[in-house]
């Protein structure tokens, strides 16, 4: 079993920046590709970055140049570094693990989610 646990969340003011952790424990994230999600208030979940177990990185265009997804593998950590925060970033954020070929359950795992309130 896994258990990912986001933190960081919290309330800033537009242009601000926040940064999110995302601790798993139950097993290693090194092989998996990890991913950050958010549901702003009446949305749909959308996919916010991707990191794979080589480094590579993936986001969705309204948060490129101001989002960076990244990996500590030896602390079973991935983070989100938000800068120029702005209110439509307004979410719950989501972190994902995502099943590797060597995980005997092909299944996602997700997190609680932390709130990101953007207001002044």
């Not at 177990?53 to 986001?59: A, F, I, P």
């Not at 593998?73 to 693990?97: F, G, H, I, S, W």
Request: hydrophobic share 30%.
């Amino acid at each position: 079993q896994v258990q990912l646990v986001e933190t960081g969340g919290g309330l800033v003011q537009p242009g601000g920046s926040l940064t999110l952790s995302c601790a798993a424990s139950g097993r290693v994230i090194s092989a998996n590709t990890m991913e950050w999600y958010r549901q702003g208030p009446g949305k749909q979940r959308e996919m916010v970055a991707a990191i794979t177990h080589d480094g590579s990185t993936n986001y969705t265009d309204s948060v490129k140049g101001r989002f960076t997804i990244s990996r500590v593998n030896a602390k079973n950590t991935v983070y989100l570094q938000m800068n120029k925060l702005k209110p439509e970033d307004t979410a719950v954020y989501y972190c994902k693990r995502s099943p590797s070929p060597y995980d005997r359950y092909q299944r996602d795992y997700w997190g609680q989610g932390t709130q990101v309130t953007v207001s002044s």
